[in-house]
């Protein structure tokens, strides 16, 4: 079993950059797929960004050039680099864990239940402001 804890939310102005980190712990003796998800005010959760064991990588169309999504195994964390942040980006993000492989890449950037995931972080949430 792998727990996982986002950090790094804030209140920034439009333009402006932030990097979320999500610190995996319990269950690190492999690689396994990660990503991030976000669920804005009063919508449904929504997928961002995602890299598989091998490091490959896709993103929603909505982050796309402005979001980069990485991962340091030596300190068994992952990342979320923002720029050119927009109000529309203000949401609740969360990072989330598939140890057995469940999800297609494409899929990571679909909205998806709680057990779809084998873990899903507590949320750091962002707030853009214009």
């Known amino acids: 079993q792998v727990q996982l804890a986002e950090s790094g939310g804030g209140s920034v102005q439009a333009g402006e950059s932030l990097k979320l980190s999500c610190a995996a712990s319990g269950y690190t003796s492999r690689r396994y797929a990660m990503g991030w998800f976000r669920r804005p005010p009063g919508k449904e959760r929504e997928g961002v960004a995602a890299?598989?064991?091998?490091?490959?990588?896709d993103y929603a169309d909505s982050v796309k050039g402005r979001f980069t999504i990485s991962r340091d195994n030596a300190k068994n964390t992952l990342y979320l680099e923002m720029s050119s942040l927009q109000p529309e980006d203000t949401a609740m993000y969360y990072c989330?864990?598939?140890?057995?492989?469940?999800?297609?890449?494409?899929?990571?950037?679909?909205?998806?239940?709680?057990?779809?995931?084998?873990?899903w972080g507590q949320g750091t949430l962002v707030t853009v402001t214009s």
């Open positions: 890299i598989l064991d091998d490091g490959t990588t």
């Open positions: 989330a864990a598939d140890l057995r492989g469940l999800l297609r890449l494409s899929e990571w950037l679909l909205p998806q239940p709680d057990g779809a995931l084998d873990a």
